[in-house]
């Protein structure tokens, strides 16, 4: 069946760095990519997404990528803050249906002061 | 937060006895799911709807019925709940911006 891989599992940086979350994709006509951020207890956020007919996005701080043929996309947060410490999702729709998504499994971030 | 609410927030129960689990929107949305969320499984999907009486199964949908009978309202039954069902229930509503996710609901099956 369609399958969503995330890595890594754990990412841990320095405040200020750049953070980088990778996630593969089974089904080749999945064409709605989302992210999402879940802070401790909370629900999850969607925060961004891409669809397939584009290659980048960008919204502040955060930047998705998709390579189609590669069937990869990473999620990309630059000059990271504390705030930005979370459980990260990354998920892929189910053919072309983008009302059902497959997620991987989280990356858990932590931004060090 | 789209107008999803979920009750109740939290429920211990007891092996084998049934539970219901609801989830409510305010913003008459035609799909909604029932995921679960579990340590090192991230979201999987129990049960979606695509309309009224419209429901079909997700990825991890054994041991668990659904029901909508108002657009507003979709139920997950646990017909007997065993201890491998505790876990944190999200319910998630789809808009024209993508999925949004209720508040969920700590089951735990003692």
């Known amino acids: 069946g369609e399958n969503v891989e995330q890595h890594p599992s754990t990412l841990s940086v320095q405040e200020g760095d750049s953070a980088v979350i990778k996630c593969t994709y089974s089904?080749?006509?999945?064409?709605?990519f989302p992210w999402y951020k879940q802070e401790l207890g909370k629900r999850p956020q969607l925060i961004i997404d891409i669809r397939s007919n584009v290659g980048e996005k960008k919204d502040q701080r955060i930047a998705v990528t998709l390579n189609k043929t590669a069937k990869h996309f990473s999620l990309h947060i630059t000059e990271t803050q504390p705030e930005d410490s979370a459980v990260y999702f990354c998920?892929?729709?189910?053919?072309?249906?983008?009302?059902?998504?497959?997620f991987g499994t989280g990356t858990l971030l932590a931004v060090q002061p | 937060d789209a107008g999803i609410t979920q009750s109740p927030r939290h429920k211990v129960t007891e092996t084998g006895t049934p539970v219901t689990l609801r989830c409510h929107q305010t913003e008459n949305h035609r799909y909604m799911y029932w995921y679960r969320q579990d340590p090192g499984h991230g979201l999987r999907l129990i049960h979606y709807?695509?309309?009224?009486?419209?429901?079909d199964k997700g990825e991890v949908s054994d041991g668990y019925s659904v029901s909508r009978s108002k657009t507003e309202d979709f139920l997950l039954t646990l017909e007997s709940a065993t201890s491998s069902q505790t876990s944190v229930y999200f319910c998630?509503?789809?808009?024209?911006?993508?999925?949004?996710f209720g508040p969920g609901t700590r089951l735990t099956v003692t």
């Open positions: 998920a892929a729709s189910v053919g072309g249906a983008t009302n059902k998504l497959i």
């Open positions: 998630a509503i789809s808009g024209d911006s993508g999925q949004y």
């Open positions: 709807s695509y309309g009224v009486k419209d429901t």
């Open positions: 089904d080749s006509a999945s064409n709605y």
